[in-house]
């Protein structure tokens, strides 16, 4: 039996990425040269608004090799299996103070790492803002603590942020009540941390 080509499944091709930039925007990094991927990490993190009024960010780690390694606590570690993966949660408010704090190590090289979550409530009463890696390194980092748990802490603050002040925006334009003031303070507390907020910058 014969099938007809114009049948078939198409297969859609791939797309550029949707930039707002127009079509001649380059959305793709320059060729790389022959090379061989060893290493593997993903980070992901997502902010949540909770039913009581608080916050909750999350945060995921994995590391994966793409070859088979040896290791003295877990024999041979294979590329399907994570080198380190370790999750985590803090709770804050709208101040950004940390309400609550947990963290688990699923995956780690030594028999000792998990002990380094018995740390992390010490960032309880913290609040994310100005001088943020030296208070997470102060109260979880170091001999007692995990560093990849401890880096992690970084980008958490990021979504802390974005989850806080966007939420607040949202709220406020559903009610009608976002006004020019409003995004005129956003912009203000903003102002030269990036080309985008840059006092020159012709978005201004």
Known sequence: MTTDPSSAPK?????TPPTPYGAGHVTSLSPAVPREAVHKRQINCNG?????GLYDIEAELTDHKTYDFPSDFRGTVTPDLA?????????IDRDRVIQHAEAITITGPYAI???ANAVFDNLVGLQIGPGWRRKVQAAIGGRHGCTHITELLGPVATIAYQTLYGEEARQKRQSG???DQDK???RSQLA?????YADDSSDS
């Open 11 to 15: 297969i859609p091709a791939m797309e």
């Open 48 to 52: 949540f608004v909770r039913a009581d």
């Open 83 to 91: 080198v380190h993966h370790m999750v985590l949660r803090i709770t």
């Open 113 to 115: 790492c998990p002990t």
């Open 177 to 179: 009540t976002l006004s």
């Open 184 to 186: 005129q303070a956003s």
């Open 192 to 196: 030269n941390s990036c080309v985008g």
